[in-house]
């Protein structure tokens, strides 16, 4: 593994070299001085209007399989990647593949999902990770994990096709608050909402469902299905992402579109009870495999990777159509990103860089950075 990088103009990215036991993790300083101050510029520019560039910037190696998901930690410079070799950035402890990972908004715990059916949640304790609880239940494999936004619940999926809320109490205990049954298939990935305790699910049964409880008594509900009807996928819905207001959604489908969808949520954050999702717009034609992932930026720089080994990238258009709203646009496909299926796609949460983290099929993890070129 690399340890030392200098890229251009950029300060030196430092990669600790890491024990053969301990695949995944890296930590990545922070970019200071020139190049910060020219991001800081560029926000306020039209990306549309520059020359814009994915640049491979790190290859993280070490898993011995498939890399399935890539998580950047919320507080701390920190990336884990789960993989079909049964590992995470810490050690065998599941006894399948490891499907998905999800950091807490502390930046303390990490939840890994896996196909032996069950969720770890680590913890972190500075100078290593201990498994602090294994949640048991789902009949079979477990597919996502996700935290919400205080870190009061968590979230998982399964094949079995039911969602499972799980409420955290103290002393390292988690308790099945729901389990919720409205999906027909595989059930492929859950996420919170970013400022709400609204649920949301896709799944190989083509939709995405949305759960939410309308008391604090955390009896949830399905009070939305999009579908077909509401001008949803047509085939199973692989991925979720929102916006960093959490008024825009983005979904991904192997029907190879990207569909966004936004909700009136002041509404709902006033109390007036639940704002539908209606579709706003569908990108095609920009892949032409399955897309597997999509993630949204803090700065609204939307990514997907898929099954054609590509990451596009899409903003939004500063031109609206006032009868049909708001349009995307592709600011830039790195064609064969990988040398094959990408699974994921996840942007640093950090303002300060556009680092976008990438895993797939061929076993590597990258680490890629959005840069204005002359």
């Not at 039911?162 to 492929?188: F, M, P, R």
């Not at 991904?252 to 569909?259: A, F, G, V, Y």
Request: proline share 3%; aromatic share 8%; with cysteine.
């Amino acid at each position: 593994m690399i340890n030392n990088l200098r890229v251009g103009l950029m300060e030196e990215i430092n990669f600790p070299q890491l024990p053969d036991n301990q695949t995944g993790l890296s930590v990545i300083v922070r970019f200071r001085g020139e190049r910060e101050r020219e991001r800081d510029e560029g926000r306020r520019m039209d990306l549309m209007e520059k020359n814009m560039e994915l640049i491979e910037v790190q290859k993280l190696e070490g898993h011995t399989d498939r890399v399935w998901n890539a998580a950047w930690n919320p507080v701390s410079p920190i990336l884990a990647s789960c993989s079909g070799d049964n590992t995470t950035v810490l050690e065998e402890t599941h006894t399948r593949t490891v499907r998905s990972c999800s950091w807490s908004p502390s930046g303390k715990l990490l939840a890994t999902a896996s196909f032996d059916g069950t969720t770890a949640i680590w913890e972190d304790l500075g100078d290593e990770f201990e498994c602090i609880s294994t949640l048991e239940g789902h009949e079979n494999e477990v597919k996502s994990v996700s935290w919400n936004a205080s870190g009061s619940y968590l979230a998982t999926c399964s094949r079995d096709k039911s969602v499972w809320i799980w409420e955290v109490l103290g002393g390292n205990e988690y308790d099945c608050a729901s389990v919720l049954n409205g999906h027909t298939q595989d059930v492929k990935m859950v996420l919170w909402h970013p400022t709400m305790d609204v649920l949301f699910s896709c799944s190989y049964d083509n939709t995405i469902k949305v759960w939410w409880s309308e008391d604090d008594d955390g009896d949830y509900q399905c009070v939305q299905t999009l579908d077909e009807s509401t001008n949803g996928h047509s085939s199973t819905v692989w991925a979720i992402s929102f916006n960093a207001a959490g008024d825009k959604m983005v979904t991904c489908s192997d029907d190879l579109t990207l569909k966004i969808w936004r909700a009136d949520i002041s509404m709902m954050h006033s109390g007036e009870g639940y704002a539908p999702w209606t579709h706003v717009c569908t990108l095609s034609g920009y892949h032409d495999r399955t897309i597997f992932s999509t993630h949204w930026s803090s700065d609204d720089i939307i990514a997907s990777g898929a099954g054609d080994d590509a990451i596009g990238l899409f903003v939004e258009s500063k031109q609206h159509d006032s009868v049909n709203g708001p349009s995307f646009n592709l600011l830039l496909k790195k064609e064969k990103a990988h040398e094959m299926d990408i699974n994921s796609v996840q942007w640093s949460p950090s303002k300060e860089n556009r680092l976008l983290a990438s895993a797939s099929d061929d076993g590597m993890v990258k680490i890629w950075q959005l840069e204005t070129i002359p």
